[in-house]
């Protein structure tokens, strides 16, 4: 089976911008969990969905959101982008509870 | 928010020698689990350990629970060059909704040959 894929793998933008991570999960993984790391912060949870719909939200503001289609694959989106935002966003597959989470490599983003 | 909290940040050790890393956490738990990254990876699942269990085995990977202390430990054995990467403990919390996963700081394992 191939493993997580997160596209693109780097990603650099500018303040004010927005942007869109993608994330094709595990095959017959219906569940998709974002977090976002950073050196200062650590591993903090964003939101994961489940058949299209979000179970769970972790302390974000509203500009981060995400989303995911019928074929488990998810994406997320994070407007007006802050040099705060700079991180290695990490999406993760589980088929249904999240006992065990298959990590992609990540999305490095980095906003000038 | 942070569940896991890791005990050392940083280690480092001699190839060979054992490495031992903490965790605590807060709320009540279903299970807990470690993971390992290697520098700019993704996580890797090493072992899942339940709330009604205490120990066990993977391999050179030891895992303790103890749930009256909300803490456990994750032993490596003979530790290798390859084991260097950061460790992270990871607690689904009770929740009366769907579970979600919360990590840890992590600690920085650096094994020398």
């Not at chain 1, 911008?17 to 790391?37: A, D, E, K, M, N």
Request: proline content about 4%; aromatic content about 8%; some cysteine.
């Amino acid at each position: 089976k191939a493993g997580v894929t997160q596209t693109p793998r780097y990603l650099i933008k500018t303040r004010g911008q927005q942007v869109t991570l993608s994330c094709s999960p595990i095959s017959g993984h219906r569940s998709v969990s974002w977090y976002q790391q950073t050196p200062g912060q650590g591993l903090q949870f964003l939101f994961e969905y489940f058949s299209e719909t979000q179970r769970n939200k972790g302390n974000f503001p509203g500009r981060f959101s995400g989303r995911q289609f019928s074929n488990s694959r998810s994406e997320m989106n994070v407007s007006t982008l802050e040099l705060g935002d700079s991180a290695l966003y990490l999406c993760a597959s589980s088929p249904d509870s999240p006992e065990k989470l298959f990590f992609g490599s990540g999305t490095q983003l980095s906003v000038l | 928010s942070q569940q896991g909290e890791e005990d050392p940040q940083a280690l480092s050790i001699q190839e060979g020698e054992n490495a031992t890393m903490n965790c605590s956490y807060k709320t009540s738990i279903n299970n807990l689990q470690w993971y390992r990254q290697n520098s700019g990876r993704g996580l890797v699942h090493l072992i899942l350990i339940r709330s009604n269990e205490r120990e066990k085995h993977s391999g050179r990977l030891r895992v303790t629970l103890d749930t009256s202390k909300k803490s456990s430990s994750l032993l490596i054995t003979a530790s290798r060059a390859a084991d260097t990467a950061s460790y992270f403990c990871a607690t689904e919390e009770v929740k009366t909704s769907y579970d979600k996963v919360i990590f840890g700081p992590g600690t920085s394992l650096s094994v020398i040959p």
